[in-house]
């Protein structure tokens, strides 16, 4: 499942440039919204949705410039899920029984197999007024330090020769 559109768009200085978008809804791990969250045992995130930006600029004279963005979305890449689903505002359950963080280091390493190692994190979660997102982005930031620090760097890279191994 996905989308593309695409569109020439004629600027003021008489240039015309070409917009592209496409999204792409991943297979891995979809599911409608309450009923899949988290990340599953190989790394991939519930309801993953990659979106690419192209900007071509067209000319008759010249070589045509084009510009890229990826952008990725999907749940927060550790195991938690809703208790309540016809609730409402259904509560969270985070299992934190999943202390190596393996999950969330196979989602890590995957990102960074597909797009190299320059990868920026944007955190939609809000931090005041709602005590259930503020569980989870707060769990969510231990995990970034826990796989921040030198020995799970060193699981990490293991995860990601035990992952292309394995052709996860």
Not at 34 to 47: C, E, F, K, T
Not at 51 to 60: G, R, Y
Not at 154 to 161: H, I, N, Q, V
């Amino acid at each position: 499942h996905g989308y593309i559109k695409q569109q020439t768009i004629q600027m003021e200085d008489f240039k015309k440039v070409q917009y592209t978008l496409i999204s792409r809804r991943s297979q891995y791990f979809a599911g409608t919204r309450y009923l899949r969250r988290g990340v599953n045992d190989i790394g991939n995130v519930a309801n993953e949705v990659e979106t690419e930006q192209i900007i071509s600029q067209i000319s008759n004279h010249q070589r045509n410039r084009n510009s890229s963005l990826v952008q990725i979305r999907g749940s927060l890449p550790f195991c938690w899920s809703h208790t309540n689903i016809f609730s409402p505002n259904p509560d969270i359950y985070i299992d934190t029984v999943q202390s190596s963080f393996t999950s969330t280091a196979a989602h890590f390493c995957d990102i960074s197999r597909r797009y190299g190692q320059r990868i920026h994190l944007l955190s939609l979660i809000r931090h005041s007024g709602s005590t259930r997102e503020t569980l989870l982005g707060d769990y969510f930031g231990s995990i970034l330090n826990s796989l921040s620090n030198s020995s799970t760097e060193r699981d990490l890279k293991s995860t990601t020769s035990e992952t292309q191994t394995n052709k996860f």
